[in-house]
Structure formats: C-alpha cells, structure tokens
C-alpha cells in the first residue's frame, strides 16, 4: 500500500465524532499542517485525547478555538483559555487525566494491557467513579486504557514506508499515541528513502504507521 497522501487525503480520514489522538506538547511535535487543514474542512464533534489543549492558534488548540472538538481527554488546558471557557459553558466535556497517567493509559492501550495501578489522585475528584485496587496493603487506582480511532502524529524524518524518527522533545506523547489507534497518520517534516534509515535509529516502526504526509 502507497502510504505517502496529501494532506487533503489525509484529512478525508477523520470524520464527524471520531476520536483523535493528536501528538504534541504545547503545540511542540503536533501535525500542524493536518489540523490546519481539519480546521479547513469543518470536522466537528471529535474526541481528542492529547496532553494539552495548545493555545489557541497554535496545535490541536486550533480544533478546540475553531468549535470542533466535543470533548478532550487531557492532562491541562490552562494555555487555551478558550478550554476553560468552553468547558464552563459546557460547550465541551473535558476529562482530567494527570500527565504521567495519560501517557500510562495510551502505553496500556497500544500494548493491549487491562489498565495501570497508580496511586497518583487518590482522594481526589481523579478517584470519582475510578475502582480501588488494594496491593500489599497500599491503594492503587486502576486507570484503564485509552484507544483511539485515529492517532495524528508528527515526525522529524519518516522514509517511504512510515518508519519514523524524533529529534530532541519532538518524541513527547507521539511514539505512545502511534501505537493506540486504528489508523496512524504521520505527518513528517523530512521523507526519505526506504532503505536510509538506520534500523536502530528508528523509533516508531513502520507497521505502526497507515499514512504519511508531508508537512
């Protein structure tokens, strides 16, 4: 399968109220031109799982400002105060995940694990509705996994079948997110050869990844 798309392909892919891993740490390793053109096509009541909700103009903040996002899985929002906003109104429904959590779930979901016992939120509004599981006499919450029906992710170098490279803090939630979702839409900042890569350089392997644009 051709996995090089154009973005415009690559946007056909998500549709009204999918659920959307979106990579990315303050709009930094997030596929900017992918939300760009979402933005464009007026997608709308989607469920993000992300690490935060970006700033308005910048990463997936740009769904959130732009009314297509429904509800947010998400560690903060205090970047965006249009998150804030929106969720005071009740425009959209956020789900507060602490950060090391979040990553934990996604982790769970791509490696197909039952869920992950963390005492982090015991005796917070994070226990609400969560089961207690007592080990060796100490409480754990059990944070089950989270999926996702597609994963937009970013890369600094992919060769042609979707092996993927990150550079410095571009690796963030992407690697974790590319192993959750049906589909994997890598949006790379360099395309290279097959063959070019060095086999231990890769990061994220290729049957992992559907699709690949250029940013």
């Known amino acids: 399968m051709k996995k090089l798309i154009s973005y415009r392909a690559a946007a056909t892919k998500i549709k009204d109220g999918m659920t959307v891993m979106v990579g ?3 709009g930094h390793g997030a596929p900017d031109t992918l939300i760009d053109e979402l933005v464009r096509t007026g997608v709308k009541d989607l469920t993000l799982i992300v690490n935060d909700s970006g700033y308005p103009d910048k990463g997936c903040g740009k769904l959130v400002s732009n ?20 969720m005071n109104s009740g425009e959209m429904d956020i789900e507060f995940s602490p950060q ?19 005492p982090v939120g015991l005796g917070t509004v994070i226990e ?14 059990l944070e089950k996994p989270i999926k996702a029906d597609v ?13 993927l490279i990150y550079k410095g803090t571009m690796k963030n939630f992407n690697p974790l997110m590319a192993m959750a979702a049906e589909t994997v839409i890598a949006e790379a900042d360099e395309i ?17 990844v559907d699709f690949i644009i250029q940013h």
């Open 192 to 208: 290279v050869p097959t063959g070019s890569l060095s086999p231990e350089a890769v990061h994220t392997p290729h049957i992992f």
């Open 67 to 86: 009314h297509r996002v429904k509800k947010l899985i998400v560690s903060h929002i205090g970047t965006n105060p249009d998150s804030g906003k929106k």
């Open 100 to 118: 090391g959590t979040l990553a934990e779930r996604i982790r769970c979901g791509g490696a197909g694990l039952g869920g992950v016992l963390t």
């Open 24 to 26: 990315g740490f303050l």
């Open 128 to 141: 609400e509705g969560k089961e207690v599981i007592r080990v060796e006499g100490k409480d754990y919450l």
């Open 151 to 163: 994963a937009i992710i970013r890369a600094s170098i992919s060769d042609e079948w979707g092996n």
